[in-house]
């Protein structure tokens, strides 16, 4: 499959090889946008784990935009997938389309099911990412042609009957830029309104580390630069996925038990990736992956047993202090950072280092 690929994956080598040496300069020019924290802050929850408890949580941790995913695979329970997205529908919905090989390939069942799903959740939900992890041939696309492709079957759909939809595309996993810069640069007659990427730097550690040079802020700041310099998509870029996965979860952990991290280092570097990102100012929302997950979510459920991770406790602060937060200013010195925000109690200074939790405190 890769082979009778060879002449999109060769067109993606030489689209990056063109355009990312220019993003990279551009990023030294682009200013920040104005996100808040009314809008920032995002959770994935999911139909099959623990849903029945899932408003409860939910409303506790205070959290206002959901991330649920429906897979194409399992439209025999749409009736279900809509039930539990309107169990929530006083949030803000945001579903993720889950492809597999048979959609990727006949695009007249796509856009039957695509009809199907838009139906039934007309007046309930207008935002969609459309496919995800385009760049692992586990989820079925092959290359980046492909995707195009698929995403252009649901983008005459929306076209046709559904043009109020907002549609979030790209969607390529980890930082792996050459096939961001393919689906950003081409000749479909397809449009993005927001860029999603499942943006996730566990393999590094801390969000802080670097790879091929670029920490979690400059990998950020390179991914705005390609959408802005694109005329495919609006200037909204959004995380639709990211998480580190737990030792000793396996097999629920989505890596081997060498990627993992310690349930309390789980709980620091979400909360870090967060202030990271916000402090960017260039990233709409990000949506954590997820809430209840034995390998990676704020709340394990093994065996039918509920217990909330420290993670929990540590996003539900984070968000008490952020969720009516506006950026002011950031700082790193020699290994300590300090996010400076404005809010209704007064000006909030968040610092911590590579070892330290966050600390929160305010001026009047």
Known sequence: MRRSALPSLIKTFLIAVL????????????PRKKITGADFFGMGVNLNNSSS??????????VKKLLIRIPLWEMDRL?????FIRSVQDYHITVAILQDRQHITNHTLTKKHLTQIFTALENVCNTYVIGSTINRAKWGFFSVNEYLNFYAAAYAVKKDHFPNLKFIGSNVIDFELHFTTHTLFNLKDIYFDALGTLLYVDRRGAPENSQMGFNLMGKINLIDALMRLSFKTSNELIITETNWPIKNTAPYAPTSEHECVSEEDYAMYMVRYHLLAFATQKVAC??????????YGL??????TIVKRSAFDAYKTMLSHLSDAIFKDYHEKKGEYTLVCTTPRGRLNITWNLTSTPIYTYEA
């Open 19 to 30: 355009v990312l040496p220019v993003a990279f300069v551009v990023t030294l020019f682009l």
């Open 53 to 62: 408890l899932t408003p409860a949580f939910i409303a506790e941790l205070g």
């Open 299 to 304: 709340i394990d459920n093994r065996d039918g």
């Open 79 to 83: 009736d279900e997938y809509t039930a």
């Open 286 to 295: 990000v949506y954590w992956h997820q809430l209840i997950a034995p390998g």
